[in-house]
């Protein structure tokens, strides 16, 4: 199954994790290396922005972006003799 493009750049942001890499840049490689247009990827970032796992900065008319760590609730299902317990635990992604 193919990986959305907006799943695409998040998974490149969080390899980079820490590092501000400019819109731009990302435009590039989306252009270069997919069929998608450069300004698909434009959107695509200013959602992940607006969902809160990006953080975006402005310098000299250029955005920059870089990843935002953040804690999810996963789900644990742990059998004992036949009993089934659910439970939730906080990781960070």
């Known amino acids: 199954m193919k ?3 907006r799943d695409r750049i998040l998974a490149y942001y969080q390899r980079h994790a820490g590092t501000f890499i400019s819109g731009g840049e990302i435009e590039r490689l ?3 290396n997919t ?8 959107r695509r970032l200013r959602e992940l922005r607006e969902d809160g796992l990006l953080e975006a900065k402005g310098i000299k008319g250029t955005v920059f972006y870089r990843y935002v760590p953040h804690e999810e609730d996963r789900t644990v299902v742990e ?7 659910k439970r939730i ?3 960070m992604v």
């Open 3 to 5: 990986q959305s493009l």
């Open 89 to 91: 635990e906080k990781v």
């Open 35 to 42: 069929k998608y247009k450069a300004s698909n990827a434009s």
């Open 30 to 32: 989306v252009a270069q």
């Open 79 to 85: 059998v004992i003799g036949n009993v089934a317990y």
